[in-house]
């Protein structure tokens, strides 16, 4: 019998990545608000995760920490991100928010677009 807990793999968010949410803001002048972590439709792999500060969540919204590098994700876009981790990387290209995604199938040399198996 169902006891109303899940079961699928959360979806996390690395202190890296917080505190570079963290950082956008206050610079943004808006230091309560959050980071909005989408996937849409789209890109040349199928998928592609969209970014944006938001203000606060919206009533259906999974929100990943409190304070201040708070992550704001929708029900449609945390069933493709069950087990995903969103981090902050710095590498040679440039500095950049990089999802581990164990879902995707592949994904494409920019790194925002993916396709599920």
Known sequence: MPDGSST????????RARAQISEIAAREGRPAAGLRLAVEAGGCSGFQ???GLEDGPAEDDLVVGDGAGRVFVDPVSL???AGAE????EELIGAHFAIRNPQAVSACGCGTSFSMG
Do not use: I, M
């Open 8 to 15: 699928a793999p959360a979806f996390r968010v690395t202190d």
């Open 49 to 51: 995760y969209r970014f």
């Open 79 to 81: 069933d493709l991100l």
């Open 86 to 89: 969103l981090d902050w990387a």
